[in-house]
């Protein structure tokens, strides 16, 4: 018996993933943008072994090579210091997936938690206060606060991190409280506080489950967004300091040599330009596979 309920599970669960490429890869721009994700998050990881130059990733002065423009040898051209753009421009995606990934982590469990309170215990104090609050930093473009927290700290690239969680909890508070606030009368709910359940059970397993097909298409529309907030406090010397490569410092840096040496912030700023789009593909094809509607 236990051997073919474990048949059937697996049969459920291939099938289960069979329909839902099915219906992610009905949308060929979204298969692409999944490639470049996962092209990114490879280089990112194993960036040491994959560019041609490592060492130029960090204190590296070679001025014989200095400001040459793309050319067989060095693809992207180098910067002012002899360093390879090009193997700069990959290390860089390290520091940009960890920034996306670190404040989604920090971010979402905070920002869903306090949506699924105040959407769940609606008519109590803590309603009101956790949503006038949101009303407060949703009221503040996320850039601006970002700025200002990062403004106050030491310039790195966790504290950058943590500037932007500062400012991006609140949209997801925004979306569990309205998928909350929607939910709590379902019969489903009702019959769980019938039956005695715990609050937290059914906040946890009962009303979170039924959260998770927006908050995770938002998450994977975000990754871009993010990415382009922590680039934007980089290129104004908040985030991750040199000589580590980061894409916002290296579009600052090079824009004091436009036009002459355009190499140096036209490939980091198509770099930044590819990934926000990567992941926006994506977080299309995401929303598609977990839609509920049938084609």
């Given at each position: 018996m236990d051997t073919v309920e474990s048949d059937k599970k697996r049969a459920a669960l291939q099938e289960g993933i069979r329909r839902y490429w099915y219906k992610f890869s009905r949308n060929k721009l979204s298969?692409?943008?999944?490639?470049?994700?996962?092209?990114?998050?490879?280089?990112?990881?194993?960036?040491?072994?994959?560019?041609?130059?490592?060492?130029?990733?960090?204190?590296?002065?070679?001025?014989?090579?200095?400001?040459?423009?793309?050319?067989?040898?060095?693809?992207?051209?180098?910067?002012?210091?002899?360093?390879?753009?090009?193997?700069?421009?990959?290390?860089?995606?390290?520091?940009?997936?960890?920034?996306?990934?670190?404040?989604?982590?920090?971010?979402?469990?905070?920002?869903?938690?306090?949506?699924?309170?105040?959407?769940?215990?609606?008519?109590?104090?803590?309603?009101?206060?956790?949503?006038?609050?949101?009303?407060i930093f949703l009221a503040l473009p996320p850039l601006v606060l970002a700025l200002a927290v990062s403004a106050v700290l030491t310039p790195t690239l966790f504290n950058s991190m943590m500037a932007v969680s500062f400012a991006w909890w609140a949209w997801y508070t925004r979306l569990a409280y309205s998928m909350a606030s929607s939910l709590r009368n379902e019969f489903y709910i009702q019959s769980a506080e019938l039956i005695g359940a715990r609050r937290l059970h059914i906040l946890l397993r009962e009303i979170l489950p039924n959260c998770m097909a927006p908050i995770l298409t938002k998450m994977t529309l975000d990754m871009g967004w993010v990415i382009l907030i922590g680039a934007s406090l980089s290129f104004v010397g908040m985030g991750e300091q040199p000589p580590k490569p980061a894409l916002g410092t290296m579009v600052s840096d090079g824009s004091q040599y436009l036009p002459h040496m355009w190499w140096l912030a036209v490939f980091p700023a198509a770099a930044i330009m590819v990934i926000v789009l990567a992941f926006n593909l994506l977080g299309d094809g995401v929303r598609d596979m977990l839609s509920t509607e049938e084609a």
């Open positions: 298969v692409v943008g999944l490639v470049v994700v996962l092209v990114v998050i490879f280089i990112s990881l194993f960036a040491k072994f994959v560019v041609p130059y490592p060492s130029h990733a960090g204190a590296y002065v070679n001025l014989a090579e200095a400001s040459l423009s793309p050319r067989s040898g060095h693809l992207l051209g180098t910067d002012q210091y002899g360093r390879d753009v090009f193997s700069r421009v990959l290390f860089s995606f390290r520091g940009a997936i960890t920034m996306g990934l670190g404040v989604l982590a920090v971010a979402v469990p905070i920002g869903v938690l306090l949506g699924l309170i105040a959407g769940y215990f609606q008519g109590f104090f803590i309603e009101p206060l956790i949503m006038r609050t949101v009303d």
